[in-house]
């Protein structure tokens, strides 16, 4: 297995040095960025994806991913950024803080989320995460062709599984990966995926879009969005809307992917995993799951970061939320730190390049 993963990289390598693109996305000359539907003052970009598989009764030919930027290229060095489960890219405080730090930011909605999100599809389906390599490798050629010859990954929870699976196969494309509470291992013991996994790929093969039970509490959206008890205004229905319904084969493809960080990848760039301090699962509200993660595992996080690549750093950051920027005010500053840590000490071409 890990031969082949060395061919495709060293091909994806090859054909980005040598070849003309053929993406789905239009040359300088023709890219018509428009006004973004969801942030004043951003701009986003279609990217379509006519070729990619549609399952039940979507609409052949209806994929389309979108890429969001902050502003006109500005420096050399740029983020490339990929949401989680539910959710679309709207943390534009965090947009700005990249941006003091000397980076152009890039954010993408993956098919079938938020502004790529479309009617009569099946919303966050996807029955191989690798599948969203085609829409990143889209990304990424953007992003390089407006100047951009340092690009940092960024990405959060189920995107920071996703980041981590593309950056494995793309060798030399990323100066350094920023994974905020990757979704890298299931909850509970050490059993749970491995008994689980068979069971879930054969139901796949059967029935691949079957909803599974769904288990959301709500108290992250308490948490977090300003129509509860939160901080944060967003577009309710592109994060944490019910129409995101876990499906088999939607889950049978995050076991897949957690089972290739347990068998270990090769990320050939600094990590940063940054998670909270502390997971909290009491299954009644109480306030204290404003200071932990609520959503996922960071002890199991932690356990299997190692597992990412040759160089790896473990941030734990005590009172985080689930995404860890969307914690309260001085939790926040704390995770911008560590990323301007970070980003300083592991990434000095970055800095190099801005100068």
């Given at each position: 297995m890990r031969t082949q993963t060395s061919l495709r990289a060293r091909d994806w390598q090859k054909a980005t040095r040598t070849t003309t693109s053929t993406s789905a996305v239009p040359p300088d000359a023709q890219r018509q960025w428009l006004p973004d539907t969801e942030l004043p003052g951003y701009e986003l970009l279609p990217i379509p994806l006519p070729d990619e598989p549609t399952y039940a009764m979507e609409p052949e030919g209806s994929l389309v991913a979108t890429l969001v930027r902050r502003s006109h290229p500005m420096s050399r060095r740029a983020v490339l950024y990929v949401h989680g489960w539910s959710d679309y890219f709207f943390q534009r405080h965090l947009a700005d803080e990249m941006a003091g730090l000397g980076y152009d930011f890039y954010a993408v909605d993956l098919r079938r989320y938020g502004r790529s999100l479309r009617d009569r599809q099946l919303a966050g389906y996807i029955a191989n995460l690798s599948d969203y390599f085609t829409e990143l490798d889209e990304a990424l050629e953007v992003v390089r062709s407006e100047g951009h010859d340092d690009v940092v990954l960024m990405g959060h929870s189920t995107g920071g599984l996703t980041a981590s699976l593309w950056a494995h196969e793309r060798p030399g494309a990323f100066s350094a990966v920023v994974?905020?509470?990757?979704?890298?291992?299931?909850?509970?013991?050490?059993?749970l995926r491995p008994a689980t996994q068979p069971v879930l790929s054969a139901a796949r093969a059967v029935a691949p879009t079957t909803a599974l039970p769904q288990l959301d509490t709500g108290f992250y959206r308490r948490c977090i969005s300003s129509s509860e008890e939160g901080e944060w205004d967003y577009n309710l229905n592109l994060k944490g809307d019910p129409a995101f319904l876990i499906r088999v084969g939607w889950m049978a493809a995050i076991l897949d992917g957690h089972a290739r960080v347990a068998a270990g990848l090769s990320i050939d760039c600094p990590v940063l995993v940054a998670i909270s301090a502390r997971s909290d699962f009491r299954r009644s509200w109480d306030?204290?799951?404003?200071?932990?993660?609520?959503?996922?595992?960071?002890?199991?996080?932690?356990?299997?970061?190692?597992?990412?690549?040759?160089?790896?750093?473990i941030a734990r950051i005590p009172d985080a939320m689930h995404?860890?920027?969307?914690s309260r005010t001085d939790v926040r500053e704390r995770v911008f730190s560590e990323y301007s840590r970070f980003l300083t000490a592991y990434a000095p071409e970055a800095d190099r390049a801005a100068n």
């Amino acid at each position: 297995m890990r031969t082949q993963t060395s061919l495709r990289a060293r091909d994806w390598q090859k054909a980005t040095r040598t070849t003309t693109s053929t993406s789905a996305v239009p040359p300088d000359a023709q890219r018509q960025w428009l006004p973004d539907t969801e942030l004043p003052g951003y701009e986003l970009l279609p990217i379509p994806l006519p070729d990619e598989p549609t399952y039940a009764m979507e609409p052949e030919g209806s994929l389309v991913a979108t890429l969001v930027r902050r502003s006109h290229p500005m420096s050399r060095r740029a983020v490339l950024y990929v949401h989680g489960w539910s959710d679309y890219f709207f943390q534009r405080h965090l947009a700005d803080e990249m941006a003091g730090l000397g980076y152009d930011f890039y954010a993408v909605d993956l098919r079938r989320y938020g502004r790529s999100l479309r009617d009569r599809q099946l919303a966050g389906y996807i029955a191989n995460l690798s599948d969203y390599f085609t829409e990143l490798d889209e990304a990424l050629e953007v992003v390089r062709s407006e100047g951009h010859d340092d690009v940092v990954l960024m990405g959060h929870s189920t995107g920071g599984l996703t980041a981590s699976l593309w950056a494995h196969e793309r060798p030399g494309a990323f100066s350094a990966v920023v994974l905020n509470a990757p979704w890298l291992e299931l909850q509970a013991n050490s059993l749970l995926r491995p008994a689980t996994q068979p069971v879930l790929s054969a139901a796949r093969a059967v029935a691949p879009t079957t909803a599974l039970p769904q288990l959301d509490t709500g108290f992250y959206r308490r948490c977090i969005s300003s129509s509860e008890e939160g901080e944060w205004d967003y577009n309710l229905n592109l994060k944490g809307d019910p129409a995101f319904l876990i499906r088999v084969g939607w889950m049978a493809a995050i076991l897949d992917g957690h089972a290739r960080v347990a068998a270990g990848l090769s990320i050939d760039c600094p990590v940063l995993v940054a998670i909270s301090a502390r997971s909290d699962f009491r299954r009644s509200w109480d306030e204290g799951f404003r200071l932990a993660d609520i959503v996922l595992d960071v002890d199991r996080i932690a356990s299997r970061a190692p597992k990412l690549g040759d160089l790896v750093v473990i941030a734990r950051i005590p009172d985080a939320m689930h995404d860890l920027v969307l914690s309260r005010t001085d939790v926040r500053e704390r995770v911008f730190s560590e990323y301007s840590r970070f980003l300083t000490a592991y990434a000095p071409e970055a800095d190099r390049a801005a100068n």
